[in-house]
């Protein structure tokens, strides 16, 4: 069946291309550890744990997805928690299911006996027993449960904005910690993230919520994984793209994401096509907005230190080589005198977990050319 263009959607099913090794090894790792799916965004990370989600669900797990982008609370936290565990067959058919969930959160009227459930949530402020209240829920199950979160720095960092944040993190993520533990014969728990988890932590020294959660590196296609998703992909859109010029756009992107890759095939012309195709596409994607976000992201997510990460880049984005970190630093130290050398350090790592920079032989540069063009044509 042919690949449908997805541009920057999650996929799956017969949608979702490769990944075979990745998969075989999250398989195994899953079964006995928590993992944390450490990748740069755009990479494909929800659409990997949701494929990790089709393949244990096909082997009697049952399988959790929350989505925290827009979770701003942890009210709003446990009410989607709520709501994603009564979509499972032994929430709607267990009366001990039940009766659990109404304990642990008020003013839940739930019906059984062979009817669809109805629940009517009205949540307060949780109080200290809620982790272990929803605990004693999910070790009521019988099937062993994968639990999916996605975009957890988000909510940390809306956490972190409110009155007295900083505690109110720590003690969400000592809570969520002792809730794996609590459940670790009965859940797998997979966090993604496409700010990393671990920057957000160990900037605010809480590296030690999270050290129960081991990483699992996702990274771009390999050379021949690219050429086979650009050859199928091409072919369910009408294009007609040889080797040389399948190598040739591939060179060009240089990072071989399939978003990346998604967003060039998207502008070339229906037939046959040429180099000049490739950089006409390329060049048009240039002066499109697909690439804002990126720079949004440093205002919403770099905190104070979102102006040096912008002197880095534009520092950066004019040398295709890069630099070493010594000249990075002197460089912003330059502009911004306050900024100690394991501040910068942190920010460097940030910037390349995060997919802007990558480090080889030394020197830091843009991750991808199409990226370092965009930012030396807009910012620079």
Partial sequence: MALKLKIGSPVTGEDFFGRNAELQKAETLIEYNNLMLAAPRRVGKTSFAKRLMEVQSAKGWNTIFIDLEEITNTEHFFKAFYDELMTLPEAKLKDKIASGLKKWLSGVEILTANLPVKATVKIGAPSNDDFKELAEVLNMLDNHTLIVFDELTVLLESLSALNDGDQMVRTFLNQFRALRSATT?????????????????????????????????????????????????SQSIGVEINGKVTRYLLDKIGWNIPYFIQLILSRLPIGEVSKANIDDAYNGLLQTGSFDTWHERLNKEYGKNKDAAKQILQYLCIDAKGKTRDSIYNYVYAKYPTIENDEFGLLL???????????????????????RDYWKMTYC
Wanted: charged share 20%; proline share 1%.
């Fill in 185 to 233: 014969e009965i859940c797998s728990w997979l966090i993604c993230s496409s700010v990393g988890v671990r920057n957000f932590t160990t900037q605010h020294n809480l590296s030690d919520t999270i050290n129960d959660v081991a990483d699992f590196d996702l990274g771009a296609f390999n050379d021949e994984e690219a050429t086979a998703f650009v050859t199928q992909l």
């Fill in 349 to 371: 790592r940030a910037l390349v977990t995060d997919g802007y920079l990558v480090r080889t032989d030394n020197l830091y540069r843009f991750r991808s050319p199409l990226l």
